[in-house]
């Protein structure tokens, strides 16, 4: 069903996925986890291990809207089992869930708003869609480039990209903080045309 069909959501839940670990901390693959810290810093909050969530949780709120933030803590296959979990306790639909990953098919410095649709290869999104039984959350596509060949993607996402990379990646989620607001107060649209117009005049 096309996302313009669906009722609008106030998102609820914003999930960076990631592997666990300082060894992979600086990994492309946590790059979505780059996204929830970034948020943090600016909100001046932190994150607490939370055992029955599997993961590190933290609330804030966009103005009137309460939010959980969430970065597993589980190996990103089985990302869902945390997502699941946060989700079933408070009662979050996945039309209320954004999650923030990152995408080889998009450049450094590029991102994109999506709701629902296939999962690209990407085992984090695959274990949230057989966990949650439905494809209908939000995702954020950070751009991390591709490494040319697949037979060399486990590795690439796996290492730490260029310092000129990240610096693009760092600029595109500093854009994005300043739309998450309108994003999740429900006003998706708006945000994701703010967004493509950001992308459009770099």
């Given at each position: 069903?096309?996302?313009?069909?669906?009722?609008?959501?106030e998102?609820?839940l914003?999930?960076?996925?990631?592997?666990?670990?300082?060894?992979?901390?600086?990994?492309?693959?946590?790059?979505g986890?780059?996204l929830?810290e970034?948020?943090?810093?600016?909100s001046?909050?932190?994150?607490?291990?939370e055992?029955k969530?599997?993961?590190?949780v933290?609330k804030?709120?966009?103005?009137?809207?309460?939010?959980?933030l969430?970065?597993?803590?589980?190996?990103?296959?089985?990302?869902?089992r945390a997502?699941?979990?946060l989700?079933h306790?408070?009662h979050i639909p996945p039309?209320?869930?954004?999650?923030v990953h990152?995408?080889?098919?998009?450049a450094?410095?590029c991102?994109?708003f999506?709701?629902?649709?296939?999962?690209?290869?990407?085992?984090?999104?695959k274990?949230?869609?057989a966990?949650?039984?439905?494809?209908d959350?939000?995702r954020?596509r950070?751009g991390?480039?591709?490494?040319?060949?697949?037979?060399?993607v486990?590795?690439?996402?796996?290492n730490?990209?260029?310092?000129?990379?990240?610096?693009?990646?760092d600029?595109?989620?500093?854009?994005?903080?300043?739309?998450?607001p309108?994003f999740?107060?429900?006003?998706?649209q708006?945000?994701i045309?703010?967004?493509h117009?950001?992308?459009?005049?770099?």
């Amino acid at each position: 069903m096309p996302s313009s069909k669906l009722p609008r959501f106030e998102i609820r839940l914003i999930v960076g996925l990631a592997n666990p670990g300082q060894e992979y901390a600086k990994s492309r693959h946590n790059a979505g986890a780059w996204l929830v810290e970034a948020l943090l810093k600016q909100s001046n909050s932190s994150l607490k291990a939370e055992t029955k969530f599997q993961g590190l949780v933290a609330k804030m709120a966009f103005g009137d809207v309460k939010c959980c933030l969430l970065i597993p803590t589980t190996y990103m296959n089985h990302s869902g089992r945390a997502v699941r979990a946060l989700a079933h306790f408070y009662h979050i639909p996945p039309e209320a869930i954004l999650v923030v990953h990152d995408d080889l098919d998009l450049a450094p410095g590029c991102a994109r708003f999506k709701q629902g649709g296939g999962e690209g290869g990407h085992n984090g999104l695959k274990d949230i869609v057989a966990q949650l039984g439905s494809k209908d959350f939000w995702r954020l596509r950070l751009g991390i480039g591709h490494p040319g060949h697949r037979d060399r993607v486990h590795d690439y996402v796996l290492n730490s990209p260029s310092v000129a990379d990240r610096q693009k990646i760092d600029a595109v989620i500093a854009e994005i903080l300043t739309l998450l607001p309108t994003f999740a107060s429900g006003e998706q649209q708006r945000a994701i045309q703010a967004l493509h117009t950001i992308q459009e005049e770099k």
